[in-house]
């Protein structure tokens, strides 16, 4: 088992500033979809294997005391900066030409930054920011985008499933798509493969793992904060 304890990965703690972004500062009360794994990571609930990005690792380890404002937050990378860049765009050609059978997304800039993370109803410690919806049939489907810089993906990742799975605890929903644009996150546009949608279905014992953890991770913040407040 790894130790995702702070000593262990990141021994040099230091207090960190609250966030300037006001949407940050809001994500801090919460844990959200894409800390999902991570969560069950850091509570030993999940193991890692051999797929799991090294930086759900380190948002493991930094988790807490992240939310607990005694550690920073880890800056996003360059190709995850190159995927978020290309969410817009990839909406955009999804939306030219959909799939059969798919309607169009509407990205989440449609909705105003000051009214996220959503909160699950059932445990307002587990929240989604998410990056679009659809409807099908009348139903609301979450919608993540996913992309990488190699497009050899067969299938959703672990991390992307726990994380659609929370998507559909706060939205009440019962499938989420997952939009899958290989080769979206690299430099070179010429790299863009085609657009793959993956349907992923609720699973009420993921989610119900999750709104657990979510109760003893916040008891693990909490015990952090005080142990800062008392000068531990």
């Known amino acids: 088992m790894i130790?995702?304890?702070?000593?262990?990965?990141?021994?040099?703690?230091?207090?960190?500033a609250p966030p300037a972004d006001p949407w940050l500062a809001r994500r801090l009360l919460s844990f959200g979809a894409s800390e999902a794994l991570a969560l069950l990571l850091a509570l030993g609930l999940e193991e890692p294997d051999h797929e799991t990005p090294k930086y759900i690792l380190d948002a493991a380890a930094r988790l807490f005391a992240v939310k607990a404002g005694t550690r920073k937050a880890k800056s996003a990378g360059r190709a995850a900066q190159l995927g978020s860049d290309a969410e817009r765009p990839l909406v955009a050609a999804w939306n030219e030409a959909p799939p059969q059978g798919w309607p169009a997304i509407t990205h989440a800039d449609a909705m105003p930054r000051e009214l996220l993370p959503l909160l699950d109803r059932h445990q307002p410690r587990l929240?989604?920011?998410p990056d679009g919806w659809c409807r099908v049939a009348g139903a609301l489907v979450p919608v993540e985008i996913k992309t990488d810089q190699r497009g050899d993906r067969r299938g959703p990742a672990r991390h992307w499933v726990w994380q659609v799975q929370q998507a559909m605890a706060v939205a009440g929903a019962d499938s989420a798509l997952v939009v899958y644009g290989g080769g979206w996150a690299s430099w070179?546009?010429?790299?863009r493969r085609g657009l793959v949608p993956w349907v992923v279905e609720r699973d009420d014992e993921m989610i119900r793992r999750l709104r657990e953890a979510a109760v003893v991770g916040w008891q693990r913040v909490e015990e952090l904060r005080r142990g800062r407040e008392g000068g531990v």
């Open 188 to 191: 070179d546009e010429r790299m």
């Open 3 to 16: 130790d995702f304890s702070l000593d262990a990965m990141y021994p040099a703690a230091t207090d960190a």
């Open 127 to 129: 929240s989604w920011s």
